[in-house]
């Protein structure tokens, strides 16, 4: 897919900017002293080294088409909160994936998930015509996926032993998602409700 379709997304809390290499100083921090962050993902931004790996290989799947990262910036703090992404983009079948999204904990429980996520989400049926919209979580990372469901996605099933985690354990992975059909029919006026109160 042509990334240069892609742009900032911005409302009065967050800001989301394509990801750039000089934003590796702004997510340190979180890779320092916050490693725990990624227990439970496919990929470990813990440590330097590997949030250097993390970086270059979004800007590899941004290359080809199938990845798009950003870094989020919450305004309220004037702070860098952390990072998401669109990924496994298929423009064919008009499909993508919103993953590898992690906050620092500063940033978790905020109110900035649902911000970046209903910003993302237009963006997604509205300006890419996208019809379906998927999310996947490690199966037992309640917290992702109580807050999937908080904003309208529909369990689909259980991948088991799906993939091998930044653990070097295999997971089974929750696959939910969002048709187009699904947020023009409520949940786009639901989540703004929960995130703007209008």
């Known amino acids: 897919m042509d990334t240069t379709i892609f742009q900032e997304l911005e409302d009065d809390r967050v800001l989301l900017r394509p990801l750039q290499s000089s ?12 490693g725990d962050l990624w227990n439970f993902s496919i990929t470990s931004a813990a440590g330097e080294d590997n949030l250097r790996k993390y970086i270059d290989k979004a800007f590899q799947g941004r ?7 950003f870094i989020v910036f919450d305004k309220l703090t004037k702070q860098y909160a952390g990072s998401t992404r669109f990924c496994d983009i298929q423009p064919f079948h008009k499909s993508l994936q919103l993953g590898y999204t992690w906050y620092g904990k500063a940033f978790q429980g905020t109110g900035v998930n649902k ?16 019809e379906r919209v998927e999310f996947r979580a490690h199966l037992e990372n ?10 309208g996605c529909t369990e689909e099933g259980v991948l088991r032993s799906h993939l091998v985690g930044s653990t070097g354990q295999r997971r089974n992975s929750i696959i939910l998602s969002i048709l187009q059909k699904e947020w023009h029919a409520g949940i786009r006026e639901m989540l703004r409700q929960k995130v703007y109160g209008q």
């Not at 934003?23 to 916050?34: A, H, M, N, R």
């Open 23 to 34: 934003d590796f100083e702004y997510l340190k921090p979180f890779s320092l002293y916050e």
């Open 63 to 69: 290359e080809v088409g199938v990845e798009y990262p």
């Open 115 to 130: 911000h970046c996520k209903y910003l993302l989400l237009e963006y997604a049926f509205d300006q890419l015509g996208m």
């Open 142 to 151: 309640e917290r992702s996926i109580r807050a999937m469901k908080s904003i």
